[in-house]
């Protein structure tokens, strides 16, 4: 009996372990962000991400975060200020693009 007790709880204990490694996998996945420099075929996302953050529409070259397909934060590439969905969290992804965008900026 103890036997058939103890082979089920590892039995239990290994799909546990699976079901974790599968949602961590997950989490993961979903919070994949994306970092490019924006495209003519992004003009509409950037008006729409200034328009939810109340910003002027963006012109010229911008850096791009991107979660699951969707813009979520911008910044101009020649300065100026970041564009952001203010119902995602983007305080550390505007980071990130402003960062990158120096890491681009030729030295003077």
């Known amino acids: 009996m103890k036997a058939l ?3 089920e ?3 239990q204990i290994e799909n546990d372990r699976h ?3 599968r949602e961590r996998a997950q989490r993961k996945a979903a919070d994949a962000v994306v970092i490019r420099s924006s495209s003519d075929a992004d003009s509409r996302r950037l ?3 200034a328009i939810l953050d109340s910003a002027p529409a963006p012109r ?3 850096l791009v975060a991107e979660r699951d397909g969707v813009l979520v934060a911008a910044v101009p590439m020649d300065g100026g200020r970041a ?3 203010p119902f995602e969290p983007t305080l550390g992804l505007v980071g990130l693009l402003e ?6 900026r030729p030295a003077s």
């Open 9 to 11: 709880l590892f039995r």
């Open 60 to 62: 010229g070259p911008m």
């Open 99 to 104: 960062l990158r965008r120096a890491q681009l």
């Open 19 to 21: 079901r974790i490694t």
């Open 47 to 49: 008006q729409r991400l």
């Open 83 to 85: 564009i952001a969905d």
């Open 5 to 7: 007790i103890e082979a």
